[in-house]
């Protein structure tokens, strides 16, 4: 096994979920209750911070976004897309998901809920705008909380590494012109020098920086815990770049909420249907295709889960703090953790039916090392 290898198994076989990651729904909580109150009691301070623009990016958000995605793209290793041919079947079922049916669902179940069922529940003049958070939302698949997923699934760390470098890559072509063509079919107008702006700032440069940055501390001797140890150092202010960047969002979208609380609870119907949906279809097209269960685990989860920071980042810069696509995609953080620890248990509880297919590689013998250490 290639030193390569043997970082990777490490670093998706331990990756513990943190208590920040296991409360981020408590979290998340917490700031809008703090951007609420914060939103009213100093309104003047907000609409300072939502003037600091250039070329309609926001100057803070954009620091605030940088901080939150580059330390989670330390963890990607580019050079792993070499290792997409070794589990072909799974990484072919989530492509499918991910960038063939994940982004359209969502788009049909917003036309669904906001544009149909919901509408006279909502704003009028926000529904385009929350349909272009849920869009927005399902165009990226997700890419640092995969690993926590994929550990807690007993997945495959070496298809889990390589499909969610796979999935960088696609993200830097795929991603606006899915968004585009999607907001066009749903009337709504595509800046389109604003969106591939959006696509520059927070997934190339971004992506650019974290490789070139972890390639050089990984030339360095002991490179391996350096890379661990820089992670881990910036973990807090990529924590804290979150929760400060929620505030903002809460404090300019207070009066909203507070005139109709139950916005949040409508914006989450559509998308807890799509994580449901497309998770099990990953998970039953993983089956039909014969993947051993350890790839069909972090498979599904990969499918359903989203890249709610680069999400919440585009939808500011396309719509702005008070528009109801950047409460949309804040939707999608609040439900994250707890629905895709319930797809995590669904996974895991359903193994023995999921091997009983006949051609499905038992658990044992995909995946020895993570069955000695689960015994």
């Given at each position: 096994m290639s030193i390569q290898c043997e970082v990777a198994e490490k670093r998706a076989g331990d990756s513990p979920m943190g208590i920040f990651e296991r409360y981020l729904t408590v979290w998340v909580f917490l700031c809008i209750a703090a951007g609420i109150g914060l939103g009213q009691l100093f309104p003047g301070l907000f609409r300072f911070v939502g003037r600091l623009e250039v070329a309609q990016i926001n100057l803070p958000v954009?620091?605030?976004i940088w901080l939150m995605i580059i330390p989670m793209l330390l963890k990607i290793d580019l050079r792993a897309l070499s290792g997409v041919r070794r589990h072909w079947r799974g990484v072919g079922v989530t492509l499918f998901v991910n960038w063939g049916v994940k982004p359209f669902s969502m788009a049909l179940l917003a036309w669904i809920f906001?544009?149909?069922?919901?509408?006279?529940?909502?704003p009028a003049d926000q529904i385009d705008s929350y349909i272009a958070g849920l869009i927005l939302l399902a165009a990226a698949p997700c890419t640092a909380m995969v690993f926590v997923w994929s550990n807690l699934s007993h997945g495959e760390p070496h298809y889990t590494l390589s499909q969610v470098a796979l999935n960088d890559i696609i993200m830097v072509f795929a991603f606006a012109p899915i968004v585009g063509l999607l907001l066009g079919l749903s009337a709504i107008t595509v800046p389109w020098e604003t969106l591939f702006l959006s696509v520059l700032l927070y997934i190339v440069v971004p992506l650019a920086i974290a490789h070139t940055w972890r390639s050089a501390i990984l030339r360095r001797k002991h490179g391996d815990r350096h890379l661990a140890d820089l992670i881990k150092m910036l973990q807090p202010a990529s924590l804290l770049a979150l929760l400060a960047t929620l505030v903002l969002l809460f404090g300019f979208q207070g009066e909203q909420i507070l005139a109709q609380p139950l916005i949040i609870l409508m914006l989450a119907v559509p998308i807890l249907i799509q994580v449901f949906f497309n998770s099990g279809l990953a998970y039953l097209l993983n089956r039909a295709v014969r993947s051993p269960h350890c790839v069909a685990g972090p498979s599904a989860l990969i499918g359903a889960s989203n890249f709610f920071e680069l999400a919440v980042a585009t939808a500011i810069v396309l719509f702005?703090?008070?528009?109801?696509?950047?409460?949309?995609?804040?939707?999608?953080?609040?439900?994250?953790?707890?629905?895709?620890?319930a797809a995590v248990a669904?996974?895991?509880?359903?193994?023995?039916?999921?091997?009983?297919r006949e051609g499905v590689v038992p658990h044992q013998e995909c995946c020895p090392a993570e069955q000695h250490r689960t015994e």
């Open positions: 954009a620091v605030m906001i544009r149909g069922l919901f509408a006279d529940w909502l702005g703090f008070q528009s109801g696509a950047a409460l949309a995609t804040v939707v999608g953080v609040l439900i994250e953790v707890p629905v895709m620890l669904v996974v895991n509880r359903t193994r023995g039916w999921y091997e009983r």
